[in-house]
């Protein structure tokens, strides 16, 4: 049973953490000029969502009756920095890739800590699948950051 509310805790927290990558990708598709970049956030926004849908299915399956819908009030404050930021540079796309960075800098974090964590069986395979996307994501805006600081 204690083992159980763990999980349900730390999936409980990657919801949070999605929801929060959910919100912050479709605020920089809103603000970036490249074309490419506003798809590309725009689906990385998308598959945040479905992961947490995903997550929460897996939270009800393992007994929580009201898995998190929302994102951490941490996020909130990351995603009102990114606000301020493209504000104050116009929407600057090499600014908004090095903040997509540093939230998937914590997404990665948080994806490890939960691995760390004991979960098992399908939660565990979830987490897993999820945590590879989520770690190929984030190389890739590193990869955007590194190539928009060059130019």
Sequence with gaps: MAQQKEAIS???SLIETLKDGEKGFKEASEAVKDPQ???????????????A??????????????????SSAAGAMHRAWINLKSAVTSGDDKSILSECERGEDSAV????????DGLTGTARE???????EIQSAH?????LRD???KT
Excluded: C, W
């Design 126 to 132: 979830i987490v897993s699948r999820q945590f590879t």
């Design 53 to 70: 849908s995903e997550l929460q299915t897996q939270a009800q399956t393992l007994g929580e009756s009201k898995p998190e819908k929302s």
């Design 109 to 116: 974090h948080e994806y490890e800590e939960a691995m760390q």
């Design 139 to 143: 190389d890739r805006v590193k990869q």
């Design 37 to 51: 970049l506003k798809s590309l956030f725009q689906q990385y926004s998308q598959q945040r969502h479905r992961f």
């Design 10 to 12: 730390t999936i409980n």
């Design 147 to 149: 190539a928009a600081k």
